[in-house]
């Protein structure tokens, strides 16, 4: 029995000793031809060599099957290794809380806000007044008369004004929405808005800040100027470009062949804002700007459709 490899091995065994027509039950069949006297004897003999192999054949069985349960248990280290998949933050992700992280070792505090906001909050008290044309830029998607999903994450300024006395220095990153979708724009997309309130600020404050932030995000090398432009909310506005990341100024199909990339928005905090949360004008002053997070994303990452963000195709994650 010690020879059998299987448990079929060992069935095939004791079929071939005890079966029905096995040497044990045939020699068991024929003890009444054998001389009345040698019966006893020979049944004695029969009967423990037939418990002998019994016992054999079960012992046999166990120690194949245990054998066999230990080798599924058991690990193989000479086969190959499976690797497990891990996961990993989303490009856009990634960027914002390098943002967040460069404007925080600023001297930044970082905060968020409501994504379903007041009209009041997303547009009056940012000196939208109601039937204001440049509500239209915004784009946007109405809850109820007076309920929106926030077309920028602005609202954030009055909210922490008015919970804060200056000094402020706060960035806010979050979703925004706006009735827009191509190559370049979603319906949905993130924003961080940063905000610093305190005596005797400066554009020239605003130009310093902007440059230290475009330069750690891209490189030394990355010039910036500043365009005017208009925002209700400061006064006054400039749109910031960056020197084309892809031609380095030298004009490419990204840059329309100028040379320069717009990157964000910014300005001086329009007087307006301080009385509406009960700042002096007189004392204080700031400057806020807000920039689009795909967008540094896209220019940082050399990406030139922006829905690939939101299209969760892994051969694209997995590049990041």
């Not at 002096?280 to 922006?306: C, H, N, Q, T, W």
Request: charge should be negative; aromatic fraction near 10%.
């Amino acid at each position: 029995m010690g020879a059998a490899a299987t448990v079929e091995a060992v069935n095939t065994l004791g079929v071939q000793y005890l079966g029905r027509k096995g040497v044990i039950t045939g020699f068991l069949k024929n003890i009444a031809s054998l001389p009345k006297e040698e019966r006893p004897a020979a049944g004695k003999k029969a009967n423990r060599v037939k418990g002998a192999l019994e016992q054999a054949i079960e012992k046999a069985r166990k120690r194949i099957e245990t054998a066999m349960a230990d080798s599924v248990d058991r690990l193989d280290v000479s086969l190959p290794g499976s690797p497990s998949l891990a996961g990993a933050l989303h490009p856009v992700t990634q960027i914002s809380q390098q943002i967040c992280s460069i404007f925080n070792s600023l001297g930044f505090d970082i905060a968020e806000g409501p994504e379903v906001e007041t009209d009041y909050y997303n547009f009056e008290a940012l000196n939208f007044p109601k039937d204001h044309p440049a509500r239209d830029m915004q784009d946007t998607f109405f809850v109820s008369e007076d309920v929106v999903l926030r077309t920028h994450t602005s609202p954030m300024q009055i909210r922490i004004m008015e919970k804060t006395q200056p000094p402020v220095r706060v960035v806010v990153p979050g979703k925004v929405f706006r009735c827009d979708s191509d190559l370049t724009h979603t319906p949905m997309f993130h924003q961080v808005e940063g905000l610093l309130v305190d005596r005797g600020i400066s554009f020239g404050d605003l130009k310093g800040i902007l440059t230290a932030f475009v330069h750690q995000m891209f490189d030394d090398q990355t010039s910036l100027r500043f365009r005017p432009s208009f925002f209700p909310f400061t006064e006054p506005s400039a749109e910031v470009d960056i020197l084309c990341v892809m031609c380095r100024g030298k004009g490419c199909r990204v840059c329309s062949h100028t040379g320069w990339i717009e990157i964000l928005g910014s300005g001086m905090v329009h007087p307006a804002l301080y009385e509406n949360v009960g700042y002096d004008p007189d004392l204080y002053s700031g400057f806020a700007f807000g920039m689009g997070v795909e967008r540094v994303a896209m220019l940082k990452f050399g990406i030139d459709d922006i829905r690939k963000f939101f299209e969760n195709d892994i051969r694209f994650l997995n590049q990041f």
